[in-house]
């Protein structure tokens, strides 16, 4: 009796088996067509985040965190095949420092690579660019303009893609240091959320 049960379960293992390998064929037959990438890409991110600034001085600490927009966050690049680019990133972010709004932000030569056909994986080094924003430049008092060093690591997932237009959700973390006259250096954390549309 146990030997008529166990080859009653082993041919439905069996059945089982085959029906869920010809699913598996079936759907493998017709593969989504992928994106075929050359030539130069750009990307425009709309998006927001959290910005944490430390000044070795003592004036801002890490402690205070301050919600902001990703502005400008651009990626121009080329395809050097259908998985990997060279870009150079313009990440960045406005904060609030002293009554001030000011912009830190960085260009980064990068390289992205696509995992999967939608998943991608973005990063590189690059210039920290610690300024006031552009809107709120103030004579002797906002105008000063501070250069270090930054490197940032991003993922994305392409949501929709249509010809050469893909729509992305990413995420990004930047981490730089500025340094200000006076032996003062003044760090950056960045993290920052957002659509990406992007055309290949």
Known sequence: MKTIKKQ???K?????????????YAQ???????TQRDGFIFELVVGGGIISIEDSAGIQTFDNSQGAFAFPDLKLGYMLNDRLAITVSLPGNIY????????????????????KDRWWVHG?????????????????VNDD???GCAVMASTG??????NNFALNVQSKLV????FLDGDVSRDAVIFNVGLGFSWL
């Open 96 to 115: 609030k420092f002293q009554d001030n709004d000011r912009h830190f932000g960085a260009f980064i030569p990068s390289l992205q690579y696509w995992i």
């Open 8 to 10: 009653i379960l082993l």
């Open 124 to 140: 590189g080094i690059g210039l920290a660019i610690d300024s006031p924003a552009l809107y709120n430049i103030k004579n002797n």
């Open 145 to 147: 303009w501070n250069f």
């Open 28 to 34: 493998n037959t017709n593969p989504e067509t992928t």
């Open 175 to 178: 981490l730089g240091r500025a």
């Open 12 to 24: 439905m293992a069996c059945v089982t088996f085959a029906l869920l390998s010809s699913i598996t």
């Open 157 to 162: 997932y392409e949501i929709y893609k249509k």
